[in-house]
């Protein structure tokens, strides 16, 4: 349970620090409007994800006598961390300069992360998988796991909201440089786990 708790965290903190269209639009509302407008963006994946979580559990718990389409998955899924590990590793900074835009609203947030292709590719070859199996060690796993991912992903979104509104410069500043690039680094380290699983299951090894 506590291997639930703890990948939760790590896919959590980076999915949170990471930029992409929802960081940069809780990063716009923050400096085009205040700290709270940001924050409502920061909480629109509690409202968008919920079909995709769905969808991908019904869709794997009946994959799941076919050993080699999971492994499949599996590999999948490590190369998707693998690819965010390794953004980590190689992160430069995020420029803000140009992300002032005319107001946005907790709607539009929705909307960005609704439209991204990021959350449907993650719960289908990550996010899905795990909790999949988190289920199949007891109910308590599952919640955990959802408990550590969104409570890093909104809680991290949110404090880089109230730090930006504070200052500017933090998202190009060596906190965040390094962070991201520890958190990279453990993403690239999980991957091996989803190798491993993924070629276990094709009777690889």
Request: glycine share 12%; aromatic share 8%; with cysteine.
């Amino acid at each position: 349970m506590t291997d639930a708790l703890t990948i939760g965290i790590l896919l959590g903190l980076s999915a949170g620090l990471a930029p992409g269209p929802l960081l940069m639009l809780v990063i716009s509302e923050t400096l085009q409007n205040d700290v709270r407008s940001g924050v409502k963006v920061a909480l629109a994946p509690l409202i968008t994800d919920l079909p995709i979580i769905a969808l991908t559990v019904l869709v794997l718990s009946e994959l799941a006598k076919y050993r080699g389409i999971l492994g499949i998955v599996s590999l999948t899924g490590g190369c998707f961390v693998l690819f965010l590990g390794y953004k980590g590793v190689r992160f430069r900074g995020v420029e803000i300069g140009d992300t002032v835009r005319k107001p946005q609203s907790l709607k539009k947030g929705i909307l960005v992360n609704a439209l991204s292709p990021h959350p449907y590719l993650f719960w289908a070859a990550v996010g899905g998988p795990t909790l999949t199996k988190a289920m199949a060690a007891g109910p308590v796993a599952p919640l955990l796991f959802l408990l550590g991912f969104y409570g890093l992903l909104v809680g991290s979104k949110i404090l880089l909201a109230i730090l930006v509104g504070r200052s500017k410069t933090f998202l190009s500043g060596a906190l965040y440089l390094y962070l991201m690039r520890f958190v990279g680094l453990m993403l690239c380290l999980l991957a091996v786990s989803f190798f491993h699983e993924g070629l276990a299951l094709l009777g690889l090894i």
